[in-house]
């Protein structure tokens, strides 16, 4: 079954240091990949997304991420974490059927 | 401009009593998608529906769910009775292809339901 996993459920930054949060696809082609972040009490917003082309795609806030099918990972990356960047974070994959499917979503706490 | 408008905010409601969330989606876009969020579950897209027409609702848990959009800009998902279970935060979301598939969902702020 196509999925998305994402298997950290709480990640724990200094503000400052550097982010990785880990997503793994199971699709039988590629997927389009996107990362979306949701501050509490509000919406999911885009951060970035993945069609073809380019492995590493820029999004918005200073986030990347790569996409590396040898290892079915898209996992989302930032050099230097903000307390505002304190928020749940979801990987989500959509095939050609046009279902965008979450991933169970990684909860980012920033230290001072 | 404004986005995908979500009506009401917050909702509490008694077992037993039917429950309709509204949805407003960006104008000129013609995908429409309803997603439930639950601590346990996570985000599930429950149907989505493509120039008012539902295309997928796989993921509408029973009978007591059922959603319409009877034009391009309301859509409502409507659960009847509800039951404590159904408790859980509803989004709407809705996007517009240019040109094949872009992907990119608007959320809005979600409907949290609370059934006694």
């Known amino acids: 079954a196509q999925s998305v996993t994402q298997p950290d459920i709480h990640i724990t930054v200094s503000e400052g240091a550097s982010l990785e949060l880990r997503c793994n696809y199971s699709?039988?082609?590629?997927?389009?990949l996107f990362w979306y972040v949701q501050s509490p009490g509000q919406g999911l917003q885009l951060l970035l997304k993945y069609f073809s082309g380019d492995t590493l795609v820029q999004g918005i806030k200073g986030f990347e991420a790569e996409f590396k099918r040898s290892q079915s990972s898209f996992n989302l990356r930032k050099p230097s974490v903000h307390w505002s960047d304190a928020a749940e974070y979801f990987c989500?994959?959509?095939?050609?059927?046009?279902?965008?499917?979450f991933g169970s979503g990684t909860r980012l706490l920033v230290r001072p | 401009d404004a986005g995908v408008i979500q009506s009401p905010r917050h909702e509490v409601t008694e077992m037993g009593q039917e429950v309709t969330l509204r949805c407003k989606p960006i104008?000129?876009?013609?995908?429409l998608f309803w997603y439930r969020q639950t601590m346990m579950r996570g985000l599930e897209l429950l149907i989505y529906?493509?120039?008012?027409?539902?295309?997928?609702d796989s993921g509408m848990p029973e009978d007591r769910f059922s959603a319409k959009m009877p034009n391009a800009s309301f859509s409502t998902l409507k659960i009847q009775p509800s039951e404590p279970r159904d408790s859980a935060v509803y989004f709407c979301?809705?996007?517009?292809?240019?040109?094949?598939?872009?992907?990119?969902?608007?959320f809005g702020e979600g409907s949290r339901l609370t059934v006694l």
């Open positions: 699709y039988g082609a590629t997927p389009y």
């Open positions: 989500a994959g959509m095939d050609s059927s046009y279902k965008l499917i």
């Open positions: 979301a809705s996007s517009s292809p240019t040109g094949g598939i872009t992907g990119e969902l608007f």
């Open positions: 529906f493509n120039n008012n027409v539902p295309i997928d």
């Open positions: 104008s000129g876009h013609d995908y």
